[in-house]
């Protein structure tokens, strides 16, 4: 959920506060029954936690990861956060 999202952030900046960037995949992986392959479909997208993160934490560089497969969904997603990054769709 958002609190160990926001609470790992904090914690990760008050222990080491030169920190100030962090890429943050949008889907929670699900480490047992889901191959790597439902890992990419069957967890949803979170888009609205990374966005969150911005705003609770607007002094630090967010970039989001995960689902992004065109510049277009990509300049959506700059309104909200710092950074967009493109994965696979980079190269499939």
Same mark, same amino acid.
């Not at 958002?2 to 790992?8: I, P, R, V």
């Not at 934490?57 to 689902?67: M, T, V």
């Not at 710092?82 to 190269?91: C, E, L, Q, S």
């Given at each position: 959920?958002?609190? !160990? ?9 008050? +222990? ?20 790597? %392959?439902?890992? &990419?479909?069957?967890?949803?997208? %979170?888009?609205?936690?990374? !966005? &969150? ?33 493109? +994965? &696979?769709?980079?190269?499939?």
């Amino acid at each position: 959920d958002y609190e !160990h999202l926001y609470d790992f952030v904090s914690a990760v900046h008050e +222990g080491a506060p030169q920190t100030k960037t962090f890429i943050v995949h949008a889907r929670t992986a699900i480490l047992k029954g889901l191959s790597p %392959k439902q890992n &990419r479909e069957i967890p949803p997208l %979170k888009y609205d936690f990374v !966005h &969150r993160l911005k705003r609770d934490f607007p002094h630090l560089e967010i970039i989001i990861n995960g689902g992004i497969n065109d510049l277009t969904h990509a300049h959506t997603h700059l309104d909200h956060v710092d950074g967009v990054m493109i +994965g &696979r769709a980079a190269y499939n």
